[in-house]
């Protein structure tokens, strides 16, 4: 059930409003299922519907006149509160729907249970699926109903009838969602011909400047460089920059004027403040000749963050999860074209999953930050093999974080997880197509085949059979066979691979164990005398000490795929 909740200046107008069947059609038989007192006036049950609909506003209005005789009447005297049940419940009877109302009046302070000086209210149904609480704010005692953050503890009330009842529990938020676009924003972007209002478009250009920055400088030229942006920039007196707001170009109100918004109306995360508390946060470097590919820093770090989301506290998890979401905003500033509005949609979608009410310490995550911003100022990938290589350590983050949010109660937040993993495993499949096909190409010899066969029952003996069924498992051969010719061990690149990869998650293992491999092989070959002493650390282990050997390594069963071929 959703609560809507406003206030007005005239009883008679929101009566009016109520009990109308000629201008709102989906009024059908509009009539009282509850009031203050059991016994109000009702118009929808007499023949002389004005003098009822009269009476009825005078008794609501009764406390309010007396108010304003002693000048204690305030202005916005109507309280005007909506209740909708969801289209799959079950419709609910008057006396059902008269329960409701009075739980929710009392929740609110509208009028406390056992309340004799409680406001006068009454509720009207119009429509099967839903009622309208029409109340007035002065009591009986002539003071002003208490009814703060009635929104929260309507919402309260409902989801606690919702059980009750049986019907759909609402996925509820916890205030930190970005503010939606009113009514009148997405009026005037349908008649602009455009899908997403201003408000929403500068939100993700914003969030976009925001992710490719090193400094606050840096955010502000990169927003005063985007396409169809107008940013104003706000000084102290002393010079110092205060903040900002923003304006789409061509977006105008009825004066002309462009329509300006400031970050923290676009999303609680984008005020000048909180920006500039992320930036601080991160440590970036300008990148040496040498350095590490930033693709598989950056991939390297998202792989980490399940780890950190089931380890670690709160607050360095919520870090985490923000500089997750800075990487998808920016990466569709380095992808090919195609897949760009699939990574957009994900970033929007897990745009609502970075946040929640746990402060998040930023400085956990500078790792990811500051490997994304390195990734930003190189050429653009030349094929999909790094993209994938992100992209399928994203799909594991990103079902972490919505198990993370689930353990947390954060419903809103879950919800925009698993929205997001829809749009990113499209994205994968557009971005991993040619680089496994061209892998799967150049599939080695059967014998080498063979041999990798062997090392997977060993290494990973209970996911063997789904990775040898998995379309990818000719790509994985060759990535083993390319790593092999490089001079590292097959056997333990899987290990290594498997150990530092759930496969229990993974819907293509195979996929999941070659961009593994393909960074892993990127590292040097170990020196000899790494290698001798590792196998002299292995060897001096007490038998105790040492792993069992599977049951497929000491006999492994000769693969259905290898008699195949």
């Known amino acids: 059930m959703i609560a809507k909740i406003s206030s007005g200046k005239s009883t ?12 709102a059609k989906d009024h059908t038989d509009p009539h009282l299922v509850a009031s203050w007192d059991g016994f109000a006036p009702d118009p929808g049950r007499t023949d002389d519907f004005e003098t009822t609909k ?37 419709h609910l009877s008057d006396d059902d729907w008269a329960d409701i109302a009075r739980r929710v009046v009392a929740a609110t302070g509208i009028a406390p249970t056992d309340d004799p000086d409680g406001c006068r209210w009454v509720a009207v149904r119009h429509a099967p699926d839903h009622i309208h609480i029409a109340a007035t704010k002065v009591r009986a005692d002539l003071r002003t109903a208490r009814h703060w953050n009635d929104y929260l503890t309507a919402d309260r009330e409902l989801a606690t009838i919702e059980k009750e009842y049986g019907l759909h529990q609402v996925v509820r938020g916890d205030r930190t969602a970005a503010k939606r676009p009113t009514r009148a924003e997405q ?65 105008t109100n009825q004066n002309g004027e462009p329509v300006w918004y400031s970050g923290s109306t676009l999303a609680p995360d ?21 350095r590490a590919n930033p693709w598989h820093q950056a991939t390297a770090a998202a792989e980490r963050i ?9 607050p360095a998890a919520q870090a985490h999860l923000a500089a997750f979401g800075e990487a998808l905003d920016a990466l569709p500033l380095r992808v090919p074209r195609a897949v760009q509005p699939h990574l957009r949609q994900a970033a929007e979608a ?25 990734l930003l100022r190189e050429p653009a990938p030349r094929d999909g093999a790094l993209l994938a290589m992100f992209l399928d350590a994203a799909i594991l983050t990103v079902i972490a974080a919505a198990r993370w949010h689930e353990r947390r109660h954060h419903g809103q937040q879950a919800a925009a997880a698993h929205q997001t993993l829809l749009h990113l495993r499209t994205a994968y499949d557009q971005a991993a197509a040619e680089p496994l096909a061209a892998l799967a190409q150049r599939r080695p010899s059967q014998h080498v085949v063979e041999r990798h066969i062997r090392h997977i029952h060993q290494v990973a003996p209970d996911h063997a059979e789904q990775i040898m069924e998995d379309p990818s498992f000719d790509a994985l051969s060759t990535a083993l066979a390319d790593a092999e010719k490089a001079g590292h061990d097959p ?9 530092q990869r759930a496969l229990h998650d993974a819907r293509d293992p195979a996929r999941v164990l070659i961009w593994r491999i393909e960074r892993l092989s990127e590292r040097p070959v170990p020196s000899a005398r790494a290698r001798a002493a590792r196998a002299r650390s292995s060897a001096t282990q007490r038998p105790d000490q040492q792993a069992p050997v599977p049951v497929a390594a000491q006999a492994p069963p000769q693969p259905s795929r290898a008699r195949r071929r």
Do not use: N
């Open 12 to 23: 008679a107008s929101l009566i009016r409003y109520l009990y109308d069947t000629k201008k």
């Open 54 to 90: 009269k009476q009825l506003v005078a008794d609501l209005d009764l406390h309010v006149k007396q108010a304003g005789l002693l000048g204690r009447a305030p202005e916005q005297h109507v309280w005007h509160c909506s209740i909708r049940a969801t289209e799959t419940d079950r």
């Open 187 to 251: 009026e005037k972007a349908k008649r602009a011909g455009q899908a997403r209002t201003a408000r929403e478009r500068l939100r993700t250009m914003v969030r976009t400047a925001a992710a490719a920055a090193t400094s606050t400088e840096e955010f502000l030229h990169l927003l005063q460089h985007t396409d169809s942006v107008l940013v104003d920039i706000k000084h102290f007196p002393s010079g110092d920059v205060r903040g900002y707001t923003v304006a789409l170009a061509g977006d």
């Open 270 to 290: 984008l005020s000048l403040p909180q920006i500039r508390r992320r930036l601080a946060a991160t440590d970036y470097r300008q990148p040496e000749p040498r």
């Open 306 to 314: 399940p780890h950190h989301l089931e380890h670690q506290d709160d």
């Open 350 to 374: 897990f745009e609502r999953a970075a946040r929640s009410r746990i402060e998040a310490e930023h400085q956990q995550a500078r790792a990811l930050r500051g490997a994304v911003r390195a």
């Open 491 to 499: 056997r333990q690149l899987l290990q290594q691979a498997a150990q």
